[in-house]
């Protein structure tokens, strides 16, 4: 069974660094893509940032140049770097990864972390 586990979530002040991990067990497959999504209350989850498994990238227009995806395939691990965060960026942050198994793309999604950007 394919598990999800997100770390690295907390409460920062507005300008400090954060650095989220979700680590993917479990998978036979080939993790194709690996993201991060967001949400607040009462608010659908968006999508933060995504990294395609030819470590092709994409950011939403609101993290563009303070947040950086990246992954490493032998640790089935995809990290989040977040800086220079503001009060807007406080929210749920969950992984979600899309497993193909040549047939098939299953979509697999974490517990979520909280990030919490005050003063």
């Known amino acids: 069974q394919v598990r999800l586990a997100e770390s690295g979530g907390g409460l920062v002040q507005p300008g400090g660094s954060l650095r989220l991990s979700c680590v993917v067990s479990?998978?036979?497959?080939?993790?194709?893509?690996m993201a991060w999504y967001r949400q607040t209350p009462g608010k659908t989850r968006e999508l933060v940032s995504i990294?395609?498994?030819?470590?092709?990238?994409k950011y939403a227009d609101s993290v563009k140049g303070r947040f950086t995806i990246s992954r490493d395939n032998a640790r089935n691990t995809v990290y989040l770097q977040m800086n220079n965060l503001k009060p807007e960026d406080t929210a749920v942050y969950y992984c979600k990864v899309e497993e193909n198994d040549g047939h098939a793309t299953r979509i697999y999604w974490g517990m979520g972390t909280q990030v919490t950007v005050s003063s």
């Open positions: 990294i395609t498994s030819g470590a092709g990238t």
């Open positions: 479990g998978s036979s497959y080939t993790i194709n893509v």
